[in-house]
């Protein structure tokens, strides 16, 4: 267990719609990071949050949005949700400084129809 | 050109193999290499953790970094079919917020 907590663990959703993901990081680890993974794509960098701030954002569509609370907890808001967005979202947590690697949670699949 | 270059298999091996999972990366900066496992519907599994150039040891897995040839390997000996999974190499730079993946390389090792 990587004590990084996500849920829900499975979504279903119809196209046009909002989802929230949520996560839970690791005891006393203030970094969060979102990444979705799709068949064809690998494993993609979405944000990162440390410590409630916004730190780093790689592919993140617009239409996606992520905050990360005063209690460390983490969402991330997808909307207006197309079939393409169908994938597995994972949020990763690890502790401050460089030599600490990414923990991960056992992932949200969304499912889009 | 990605990254992080990883091929994607599958890799069959039958029990007791030994198993060569490699990587190659374009960024001379990348610092930190890691090695993830990933079972079906579950989140990657940090495997080993490695910063710089050289070896390390866990069990039955050797992790290797070769900084000049931007060449990282990961090695299973005593192969199970446990060890089935999808294998993810990833790395960093110091002072790097973004871990970069590769596409992972899908193992299956036959009983």
């Known amino acids: 267990d990587s004590g990084v907590t996500q849920t829900p663990k499975h979504l279903i959703t119809a196209t046009g719609q909002r989802v929230t993901l949520r996560c839970s990081p690791r005891?006393?680890?203030?970094?969060v990071y979102w990444y979705q993974q799709s068949l064809d794509q690998g494993l993609q960098f979405l944000i990162q949050?440390?410590?409630?701030?916004?730190?780093a954002k790689g592919n993140i569509l617009e239409r996606f949005s992520a905050q990360q609370f005063p209690d460390l907890h983490s969402e991330l808001n997808l909307s207006s949700l197309e079939l393409g967005d169908s994938a597995l979202y994972f949020c990763?947590?690890?502790?401050?400084?460089?030599?600490?690697?990414?923990?991960f949670g056992n992932g949200t699949r969304l499912t889009v129809t | 050109q990605k990254e992080v270059e990883q091929d994607p298999g599958p890799l069959s091996v039958p029990e007791g193999a030994i198993v060569s999972l490699n990587c190659t990366y374009s960024?001379?900066?990348?610092?930190?290499f890691m090695w993830y496992r990933q079972y079906s519907r579950k989140g990657p599994e940090l495997l080993m953790y490695?910063?710089?150039?050289g070896n390390k040891e866990d069990g039955r897995f050797t992790a290797q970094v070769d900084k000049s040839s931007k060449y990282i390997s990961l090695f299973i000996r005593d192969s199970q079919p446990s060890d089935s999974a999808t294998y993810l190499c990833?790395?960093?730079?110091?002072?790097?917020?973004?871990?970069?993946f590769g596409a992972g390389t899908r193992l299956f090792v036959k009983a």
């Open positions: 990763a947590s690890r502790t401050s400084g460089d030599n600490s690697p990414l923990h």
């Open positions: 005891s006393g680890d203030l970094s």
């Open positions: 949050y440390y410590n409630g701030e916004e730190r």
């Open positions: 960024n001379s900066a990348f610092q930190y």
């Open positions: 490695t910063y710089s150039s």
């Open positions: 990833a790395m960093r730079p110091t002072g790097g917020f973004k871990t970069i």
